[in-house]
C-alpha cells in the first residue's frame, strides 16, 4: 500500500486552513463560555465589573468574526480556480 509522504505546500496549507474553520467555533464557545464557569460565588453575585464583561464578550465576538473573515478570504484566494473547472451540467447547451 502505497501512502503520500510529501502534499503540495498549497494543499498542505488549505488543510490546515479547513481545520482551522472547523475549530474555530469550539474555540469561540470556550473563549465565551470558560470564564462564566471559572468565577467564583462571591464574583457572581456582585454586579461590579459587569462592564469589563460586556468588553471582554464583545471583544471575542469581534475577533471571531475577524478570524472568520481571514480564514475565509484565505481558503478562497488558496484555490481561485475550483468553481471555474467544474464541469457544465449534463443537457446543458455549450456556450
Known amino acids: ?3 503520500r509522504l510529501f502534499l503540495e505546500r498549497r494543499t498542505y496549507r488549505h488543510n ?3 481545520d482551522a ?3 474555530l467555533p ?3 464557545a470556550v473563549l465565551l463560555f470558560g470564564p462564566v464557569f471559572i468565577r467564583s460565588e462571591a464574583e ?3 454586579a461590579a465589573g459587569l462592564d469589563a464583561w460586556l468588553v471582554y464578550f464583545f471583544a471575542i465576538w469581534a475577533g471571531l468574526i475577524g ?3 481571514w480564514i475565509n478570504r484565505s481558503l478562497m484566494r488558496d484555490m481561485p480556480g475550483e ?4 464541469p457544465a451540467p449534463r443537457g446543458a447547451p455549450d456556450p
Not at 83 to 86: I, L, P, Q, S
Open 1 to 3: 500500500m502505497a501512502r
Open 16 to 18: 490546515r486552513l479547513q
Open 21 to 23: 474553520a472547523r475549530l
Open 26 to 28: 469550539v474555540l469561540g
Open 44 to 46: 457572581q453575585t456582585a
Open 67 to 69: 478570524a472568520t473573515y
Open 83 to 86: 468553481a471555474d473547472a467544474a
